[in-house]
Each structure stands twice: as structure tokens, then as C-alpha cells.
């Protein structure tokens, strides 16, 4: 059972607009979720996270956005570059019960020059 | 700076043959996790560890074991490869609750 889903396995953008990628969850425990970035050949680094205390999280240009009631968070890339091209997961946590984040299938964006 | 090593970027192994994938952590972490990434299927646990000579299982420990003897060294172990284990491998290690996870560049394991 899939506790957390990325239901868009990829994603294409023009340079310069707006990335947003989605991911559902369904367990109302999870109170602390996280974005990576993945390149191929090489392990996923973090990007952003947030509090299920706080809705919105910003980064440059990197901000996630938390729907407790939808089970929802989305990640904006505003504005998209090239270099953005990889592999998205989300992953979430119960910071009450162990250290072990689920993560979500991924989405595969590319930014199109 | 900050270091998660895993000891092979690439690996080709034989059905049948015991495979050791090898992780070092320099950040002094108590946890550390194995996983697996496929397509379509993301990123799977198989092992994680919380302390030295602790371990257990994830999601997907079937045809895996794992080998804690020093808090910075996880090695996940296969067995007996299969070719459905062909994979990329990622380790991690976090310092806690709250705290994201520091990954290794991956083993991409091919088996034949």
C-alpha cells in the first residue's frame, strides 16, 4: 500500500516558468515531509522541507506548499532552469515513531530550454 | 564536508554469487538505511539500523541481510543474487528525528 503517491511520473516545462509537482499522502500521522532531488548516477540531495505546523515553505526559488486537510503537498519552482531537469521525490515521516521517511515514486521533470 | 561512501559506483555480479555493498558515514549518525530505486517503484527500504548490532527489516528485506559492527559502516548483503535484484542501491544515514537523510551516490548492481 502506497502511503505516499506521485501520481505524475513526469513533468515537462519551458525555461523560465513555473515547475509544480504534487504529491498525496495518506496517512494523517506523517507530520514532517521532505523534497529530493535526484540526477542520474547520483544519490538524491535534499531541497526543501516543512512542518505539518507551518503551510508554506520557501527557498529561493523553491517553495512547498502543505494541504494537512487534502493530504496534499506540492513543490513550485519558480523559475524553472535547465539544470532543474531530474527526478523529484517526496518523503514523509511520523517524527512520534521512527526515523524511516516513505518515499513517493518520484516525478521525472525536465525543463526545456 | 559531509560524506556518505558507498564503496562502488558500479557493479556486474553473477546469478547465485554473494554480493557486499559497502557504506561509510563520517558525520557520526546513529541511523542508517539501506534502499532500492526502480523505476516507476521509487525508493524502497530494505534495512535500516539505529545503533551498532541493531538492525531491521524495511519493506523489501527479503533475499537481503545486513552487517552493523561499527557505527559507521552499514553493508547490506545479498545473499545469493538474483537478477531481479539488479538495482541501484542508495545508502543513507540521518542524525534523528526531524533531521533529513544524507545519501551516498548509489551502487548501480547489474545482475547476470
Known amino acids: 500500500d502506497q502511503q505516499v503517491k506521485q501520481n505524475s511520473p513526469s513533468l515537462s516545462v519551458q525555461e523560465g516558468r513555473i515547475s509544480i509537482l504534487n504529491c498525496d499522502y495518506t496517512n494523517s500521522m506523517f507530520d514532517y515531509f521532505l523534497w529530493y532531488k535526484k540526477y542520474p548516477a547520483e544519490g538524491p540531495t535534499f531541497l526543501i522541507s516543512i512542518s505539518s505546523i507551518k503551510d508554506k515553505n520557501e527557498d529561493g526559488r523553491f517553495t512547498v506548499f502543505l494541504n494537512k486537510s487534502a493530504k496534499h503537498l506540492s513543490l513550485h519552482i519558480v523559475p524553472s532552469q535547465p539544470g532543474d531537469s531530474a527526478v523529484y521525490f517526496c518523503?514523509?515521516?511520523?517524527?512520534?515513531?521512527?526515523?524511516?521517511?516513505?518515499f513517493g515514486t518520484g516525478t521525472r521533470l525536465k525543463v526545456l530550454a | 564536508d559531509v560524506k556518505v561512501t558507498q564503496s562502488s559506483r558500479y557493479l556486474v555480479k553473477r546469478t547465485g554469487e554473494k554480493v557486499f555493498l559497502e557504506c561509510v558515514q563520517d558525520?557520526?549518525?546513529?541511523?542508517m538505511f539501506w534502499y532500492r530505486q526502480d523505476p516507476g517503484l521509487g525508493l524502497r527500504l530494505i534495512y535500516f539500523?539505529?545503533?551498532?548490532?541493531?538492525?531491521e527489516k524495511g519493506d523489501i528485506p527479503e533475499g537481503y541481510s545486513v552487517s552493523r559492527e561499527k557505527k559507521e559502516r552499514f553493508s547490506l548483503i545479498l545473499e545469493s543474487a538474483s537478477t531481479n535484484q539488479t538495482s541501484m542501491y542508495l545508502c543513507a544515514s540521518t542524525r534523528g528525528q526531524g533531521y533529513g537523510y544524507t545519501f551516498g551516490s548509489g551502487t548501480r548492481l547489474t545482475v547476470v
Open positions: 558525520m557520526d549518525h546513529e541511523n
Open positions: 539500523s539505529y545503533d551498532v548490532k541493531m538492525k
Open positions: 518523503a514523509a515521516l511520523t517524527t512520534s515513531g521512527t526515523y524511516k521517511y516513505i
